[in-house]
């Protein structure tokens, strides 16, 4: 059985970014239930040399829009990062998703050999599609979708594994 570039990134990070989104609700209804403001949750970090919680959904964001965009060999898309609130937050996610969803499988034809370059400060990544999905945005979207979830589960958000994975 083979799976397409396509099935391998959309759906998966549509998925999980629909946690993310479920996520921040409950962590705006323990901040209410503990009768404080939930934006102090978008500041919080696991350790001083982390990004807070708002980078990380930033990031896991970011990831996911520009797989889909280098995979399909179009522009991606520019959002501010500028959210300060748990809503800000879930819009940017809301943003991130209908981008990927205007996305189709026949844009993915080929992208597993697609070159794609770019730099990061020291230096410039060079992959084939199927790399750049398996061993960068994979383990990046995750690291920070984790460190997200962590966050707020370290904050008292009442999450489990079930919330992580999606299953609710």
């Not at 080929?110 to 084939?128: K, V, W």
Request: charged fraction near 20%; charge should be neutral.
């Amino acid at each position: 059985m083979s799976i397409s570039m396509y099935e391998a990134s959309i759906p998966l990070f549509l998925h999980h970014l629909d946690s993310l989104d479920k996520l921040l609700d409950k962590a705006a209804e323990s901040a209410a239930a503990r009768n404080f403001d939930s934006s102090i949750l978008c500041s919080a970090r696991l350790a001083p040399d982390m990004f807070p919680l708002t980078r990380q959904v930033q990031i896991a964001c970011d990831m996911a829009k520009a797989c889909g965009a280098r995979l399909t060999g179009i522009e991606i898309p520019k959002f501010e990062d500028s959210e300060s609130s748990l809503p800000e937050l879930k819009a940017r996610i809301a943003k991130t998703a209908d981008f990927l969803r205007s996305l189709n499988p026949e844009q993915f034809v080929g992208a597993e050999d697609r070159q794609i370059s770019y730099s990061i400060p020291g230096r410039t990544l060079n992959f084939t599609g199927k790399a750049y999905l398996i061993t960068w945005v994979w383990p990046n979207f995750y690291f920070h979708y984790t460190t997200a979830y962590a966050l707020l589960r370290h904050n008292g958000v009442g999450l489990g594994k079930l919330d992580y994975l999606g299953a609710n």
